[in-house]
């Protein structure tokens, strides 16, 4: 079993930089391949960022270069950086772990998800 908890959403102008985290509990966290969903309101959730235990990342089109996924095995903790943020980047953002693709439905664990608001 892992628990997954997000933190460090928030309010931030468009242009501006946040970081998110996803504290996992269990010692098997190292072992996991984690990802990163948003979902805006009225949109299904859709895929943003992924590690695996490797370090290997994936990133959807619509946030490469811009955003940016790490891990902290010893803390049992994944990021995401997110930076040159846009009003469309606006969502609640979901930490999954289990999966490494973009298809949710790969993923065996969620977050209760934090929400990411970019002002215009």
């Known amino acids: 079993q892992v628990q997954l908890v997000e933190s460090g959403g928030g309010l931030v102008q468009a242009g501006g930089s946040l970081r998110i985290s996803c504290a996992a509990s269990g010692r098997t966290f190292s072992r996991y391949s984690m990802g990163w969903f948003r979902q805006a309101p009225g949109k299904e959730r859709e895929f943003g960022a992924s590690?695996?235990?490797?370090?290997?990342?994936r990133y959807a089109d619509s946030v490469k270069g811009r955003f940016t996924v790490s891990r902290d095995n010893a803390k049992n903790t994944v990021y995401l950086q997110m930076n040159s943020l846009k009003p469309e980047d606006t969502a609640v953002y979901y930490c999954a772990a289990g999966g490494v693709t973009p298809n949710a439905n790969a993923y065996e664990y969620w977050g209760q998800g934090t929400q990411v608001t970019v002002s215009s």
């Open positions: 590690i695996d235990w490797s370090g290997f990342t």
